[in-house]
């Protein structure tokens, strides 16, 4: 049903897309989506994006990807001196706003990814929003250290993070 619909709009012309975007479902874009590559046997990793909200209020409340059998979305909090990783249910996008997700902030977390992440490469990532839902993006993966993952977070490696009392052996 939902793939017939989808073929239609496909059929339309720009035109009549243009004017379905009413709805509101394109409110959001999501940009410069990036994740870093893996380093030696870590099947442990991150997304970062930016998200740009044209419409009202909105959430993201889920991520997922073949990429990793597992996706949380996190954010980053000071505990005393120590930055630690926390899941949250959703991170929200106030209206006519952008949120970053960026090393050391809030981030897509990935776990148990299936293929090595090497520079150069890229995966797909469909992000779930309350009222926009489902956005798909490739994810670029760069070198760690590279520009464009930010540099200034040393010791925020994933690999050296305290996921505190997080399980992540309970699938
Ligand atoms: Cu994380």
Do not use: W
């Amino acid at each position: 049903m939902i793939r017939r619909i989808l073929l239609a709009v496909t059929l339309m012309t720009p035109l009549a897309i243009a004017a379905c975007s009413d709805g509101g479902a394109s409110d959001i874009t999501v940009e410069e989506p990036f994740a870093r590559e893996t380093i030696g046997t870590s099947t442990t990793g991150a997304a970062y994006l930016v998200i740009r909200n044209e419409g009202g209020s909105d959430r993201l409340i889920s991520a997922s990807t073949p990429a990793a059998a597992t996706t949380e979305l996190h954010t980053h909090e000071k505990d005393g001196e120590i930055m630690r990783m926390r899941k949250v249910d959703a991170i929200g996008v106030p209206a006519r706003d952008a949120v970053t997700l960026e090393p050391g902030g809030k981030h897509i977390m990935l776990f148990e990814i299936t293929e090595p992440l090497k520079d150069g490469g890229s995966f797909p990532l469909t992000l779930t929003f309350e009222q926009a839902g489902d956005i798909s993006v490739d994810v670029t993966v760069v070198a760690t250290g590279s520009s464009l993952g930010g540099q200034a977070h040393g010791g925020m490696d994933h690999d050296n993070m305290d996921h505190g009392d997080m399980d992540h052996s309970g699938h």
